[in-house]
């Protein structure tokens, strides 16, 4: 790839494609980022496009939405030619920002993001519930086709596109090297940010013909982009665009050190190729965490941590107890309780609940600390793997631990806001973690996290804005809550002082505001490409 001595281009308009987006489809902080920073931008006087399917979990009259055209796909299988009808709604957010929907059967029949759900599964036993989707190849091809074809008809002047995650990493390939795409879209700057990189997360294909077939790439970018025998994504899109992750401290991780494993190798790959993977990592906008703003949030009571009222959040936590006594948990499914107890530590996690998040560490964390240490409690909401939940279950449900572990299996936004308000600390033990959200919002919340010090996770700093520990196991975390346990219980003006130096820390570095002149220096660089 070779830079030209062009001066910087003046990015005008930018087109984002996403497999999620906040307040219309949500699984992870994907959706968070794109929303949050596409509003960025059109602050910053850029006008943005996002580009999403339209999933069967949507109304079929989704607010603000108007149909404005419908064509037709080549979605070709080997050996059979075939296409696809697509037909494309917008809603303009304001007048800089507008979000397009990608309807078509492949994406309504789909009841979930990812995974299939229990309905799925009630309906036909081969869906089973949690596991991808079958066709997951398919539908992100069809997605970025559909999105090209979308900027072909709007026929509008296109400077940047960014594409999130593996889900539409091959856009870039497709628009330089397929005829028909790559005059038209000749002077555009192409950026992939990879949310996670972690294995099973590449959106990687073993079918190299039905890969070569439905993508209308040549078999030469097929063949030199395979990683560990599968057509992966990522890797076809280094050729093409720029490539970040969402934190420098994981960027470095990917190039430079054993946990690169994680990913199959894939950022020691990039680095043999003289592709230098950037680091941006992901901004937030305290304004939509507001807790002084109860109603916003659907918390049960406002406080403030900069104005040192914090009589709100003894109401939260007492509520929510409350609530979890009375089973007013909503659709998620309560396993043991906790006692109505504001003089003790309350732990958190909200997350899936599964090994890359740690939390088979926090089993093994709780399973020692809970016999040793009756002054604390701890709240989990979430999902995932079938054995850690079990564990989980297990905890709640013994007589030792009646009022003190409860875990809520499934998930609602409302209830996790309260969760962030009620508790003391959150934890975040996971083994990798390319830049981590939930760290902000419990700041936010003043519910200090507790973290792994990896990744992302770096940003929080121990005894400050939150506690850290270096080694991934069970005795480090409990080590970690130890000491957050003994400093809340003897010096709580220490714990005061972390909470409101958390909430300044963001706002002086980790606000969207800051972090979007980075994405849009990548911009600019990827013009030059």
């Known amino acids: 790839m070779v830079a030209s001595k062009s001066k910087n281009k003046n990015i005008k308009k ?33 006008t943005v496009s996002v580009v999403l399917p339209f999933y069967g979990f949507m109304t079929d009259h989704q607010p603000g939405f108007k149909k404005i055209t419908s064509f037709l796909v080549d979605m070709p299988y080997v050996g059979v030619e075939r296409r696809e009808k697509v037909t494309i709604r917008a809603r303009r957010q304001d007048r800089n920002l507008t979000i397009y929907l990608v309807e078509a059967e492949r994406f309504r029949e789909k ?18 519930q949690g596991s991808g989707h079958y066709d997951y190849f398919a539908m992100n091809v069809l997605l970025q086709k559909a999105s090209i074809d979308l900027m072909l008809y709007r026929q509008q002047k296109v400077d940047i596109i960014h594409c999130h995650d593996g889900h539409t990493a091959l856009l870039p390939a497709m628009v330089r090297e397929n005829e028909g795409y790559r005059h038209f879209f000749n002077n555009i700057g192409l950026i992939v940010t990879i949310h996670n990189a972690g294995l099973g997360y590449h959106q990687e294909v073993d079918d190299l013909p039905f890969a070569k077939v439905i993508t209308g790439l040549p078999s030469k970018v097929v063949a030199r982009n395979l990683l560990n025998g599968c057509f992966d994504p990522f890797l076809a899109a280094s050729t093409y665009a720029i490539m970040n992750t969402v934190s420098e401290n994981y960027a470095r991780e990917l190039r430079e050190t ?21 680091g941006v990592t992901n901004g937030i906008a305290p304004a939509d965490f507001d807790t002084s703003h109860p109603e916003k949030l659907g918390i049960d009571a406002g406080y403030s941590v900069l104005k040192n009222d914090m009589v ?16 007013k948990t909503g659709t998620v499914k309560r396993n043991g309780s906790l006692a109505e107890d504001s003089d003790i530590p309350l732990f958190t996690f909200i997350g899936r ?7 088979d560490k926090l089993v093994g964390a709780l399973e020692t600390l809970l016999p040793m240490d009756k002054k604390f409690q701890i709240l989990i909401l979430g999902s995932g793997d ?18 003190r572990v409860c875990v809520l299996l499934g998930y609602d936004p409302g209830l996790a806001n309260r969760i962030y308000a009620a508790g003391d600390f959150f ?10 959200l939930t760290d902000y919002i419990s700041q936010l919340f003043a519910n200090l996290p507790i973290v792994h010090h990896v990744g992302g996770l770096v940003k929080v700093i121990d005894n400050e804005t939150g506690f850290a520990y270096q080694e991934h196991s069970s005795a480090a975390l409990m080590g970690a809550m130890q000491k957050a346990m003994r400093i809340y219980l003897r010096h709580p003006d220490k714990i005061r002082k972390m909470q409101i130096s958390a909430v300044k820390t963001i706002s002086k570095k980790h606000t969207w505001k800051k972090t979007v002149q980075r994405y849009i220096r990548l911009y600019e660089k990827s013009t030059k490409m």
Request: net charge neutral; aromatic share 4%; charged share 30%.
């Open 111 to 128: 009841k979930s993001i990812y995974t299939y759900t229990a309905e799925e599964e009630a309906d036909n036993p081969d869906h089973i």
């Open 258 to 278: 054993p946990d690169d494993e994680m990913t199959g190798w894939l950022g020691h790959i990039l680095l043999s190729r003289g592709i230098k993977l950037e």
């Open 14 to 46: 930018i087109w984002m494609i996403s497999r999620e987006y906040e307040g219309l489809a949500g699984a992870g902080g994907v959706k968070d980022v794109c929303r949050q920073l596409a509003e960025t931008l059109v602050q910053a006087g850029k």
């Open 353 to 359: 609940l599964t090994s890359q998040k740690g939390v």
């Open 427 to 436: 934890l975040i033990p996971s083994r990798y973690e390319p830049c981590g």
């Open 312 to 327: 709100g959040k003894q109401i939260c936590r007492k509520r929510l107890s409350r609530d979890i006594i009375d089973k």
């Open 386 to 403: 079938k054995a850690i939940e079990k564990s989980l279950i297990s905890l709640a449900e013994a007589k030792a631990n009646e009022g």
